[in-house]
C-alpha cells in the first residue's frame, strides 16, 4: 500500500526556514521519483522539487532554485525539503507525491500517488 505522511509545516516569517518531510511506505519509497508540490488559494498546484529515490539525482522548479534543498534519507525512507530565505509567495499547502510517469517531470498529472498536504504560511 502506498502512503504519504507529510510534516514540518507551519508559519514563519520572511526569510526564515522550515524543513519539510515526507515519510513513505515501503510502496512508496520504491517508486522511481518523489516530488514536492505546492499549491496556493486559488492557484494551479506547482512543481517544486523532485529526486531520484535510487541515485539521489535532484531537480528543482526555476522559482526555488537555490533557496530549496530536496534531499533523502533510505533509512528512514524519507524525503525532505528544507526551505530557505522563505517570501510570503511560498506560501502554500505542500504535497508530497511519488511514481512519476514521465523524466524530470514536475507536472502534477504525471504523478500517481499524493499525501495530504501541509501548510505553509510564510508572512512578510
Known amino acids: 500500500q502506498v502512503q504519504l505522511v507529510e510534516s514540518g509545516g507551519g508559519s514563519v516569517q520572511a526569510g526564515g526556514s522550515l524543513r519539510l518531510s515526507c515519510a513513505a511506505s515501503?510502496?512508496?519509497?520504491?517508486?522511481?521519483?518523489m516530488a514536492w508540490f505546492r499549491q496556493a488559494p486559488g492557484k494551479e498546484r506547482e512543481g517544486v522539487a523532485g529526486?531520484?529515490?535510487?541515485?539521489?539525482?535532484?531537480y528543482y522548479a526555476d522559482s526555488v532554485k537555490g533557496r530549496f534543498t530536496i534531499s533523502q534519507d533510505n533509512t528512514k525512507k524519507t524525503v525532505y525539503l528544507q526551505m530557505d530565505n522563505l517570501t510570503p509567495e511560498d506560501t502554500a499547502m505542500y504535497y508530497c507525491?511519488?511514481?512519476?510517469?514521465?523524466?524530470?517531470?514536475?507536472?502534477?498529472?504525471?504523478?500517481?500517488?499524493w499525501g495530504q498536504g501541509t501548510q505553509v504560511t510564510v508572512s512578510s
Open positions: 515501503e510502496d512508496a519509497y520504491s517508486q522511481n521519483c
Open positions: 529526486i531520484y529515490v535510487a541515485g539521489g539525482a535532484t
Open positions: 507525491s511519488a511514481d512519476s510517469l514521465e523524466w524530470w517531470s514536475l507536472r502534477p498529472a504525471a504523478f500517481v500517488y
